[in-house]
């Protein structure tokens, strides 16, 4: 199957700091890509939706200004938490749709602990 | 009503047993049919896809799709510890609408 992936895989950083999660799609070239949130033992949480070239469109109850979406070329999207609080500490996963078949691939997933 | 209903489990079984995993849905206008796996702490991995009706199969994974009663399943024959996860449903319209289920946990007993 196709590949996507995430980087960096786990990130701790102190209260405050923005972090910056990318996402790619190695080897194809996605229409869509998008953001996911999930707690323990709980399902996937649809936080966004990013096209290439145009402005994410983010889910009710997601805030725009805390979670930046930047969806740069066919093949990468960035998330950036900013001003993280441990609140925002979880596991984000990002995925990618391959628009011939429209397949989903995931990545990885990133966790972020905020202290 | 949800779009997309799954049992969440757990499902515990015996190494070697035939698992059978279910997801019901309401819109009849889903067309693309998906099965997930995901281990603790990673993203989900795709294992089945479907389009339209049907049946595929994939080693011991078989995926089977009945829009008449919007039903679909998958079936893991000779199930190992190794499957032991959580299986996520997913269906789609086409485009950028994808409705999952909210998992099942299934663990596979040695």
């Known amino acids: 199957g196709a590949v996507v992936s995430q980087h960096p895989s786990r990130v701790i950083c102190k209260s405050g700091t923005s972090v910056k999660i990318e996402c790619r799609s190695l080897?194809?070239?996605?229409?869509?890509m998008f953001w996911y949130r999930q707690f323990p033992k709980q399902s996937l949480m649809l936080m966004a939706t990013s096209n290439e070239g145009s402005k994410a469109t983010y889910e009710q109850g997601v805030e725009k200004d805390k979670f930046l979406i930047n969806h740069a070329s066919l093949t990468l999207s960035t998330l950036t938490v900013t001003s993280a609080h441990p609140e925002d500490s979880s596991f984000y996963i990002c995925?990618?749709?391959?628009?011939?078949?429209?397949?989903?691939?995931f990545g990885p997933g990133t966790r972020l602990t905020v202290l | 009503q949800k779009e997309v209903e799954q049992d969440p489990g757990p499902l515990s079984v015996p190494e070697g047993a035939i698992v059978s995993l279910n997801c019901t849905y309401s819109?009849?206008?889903?067309?693309?049919f998906m099965w997930y796996r995901q281990y603790s702490r990673k993203g989900p991995e795709l294992l089945m896809y479907?389009?339209?009706?049907g049946n595929k199969e994939d080693g011991r994974f078989t995926a089977q799709v009945d829009k008449s009663s919007k039903y679909i399943s998958l079936f893991i024959r000779d199930s190992q510890p190794s499957d032991s996860a959580t299986y996520l449903c997913a269906m789609s319209l086409g485009g950028n609408q994808f409705y999952f289920g909210t998992g099942t946990s299934l663990t596979v007993i040695p």
């Open positions: 819109n009849s206008a889903f067309q693309y």
């Open positions: 995925s990618a749709v391959w628009g011939l078949t429209n397949e989903q691939f």
């Open positions: 080897d194809f070239q996605a229409t869509t």
């Open positions: 479907t389009y339209s009706s």
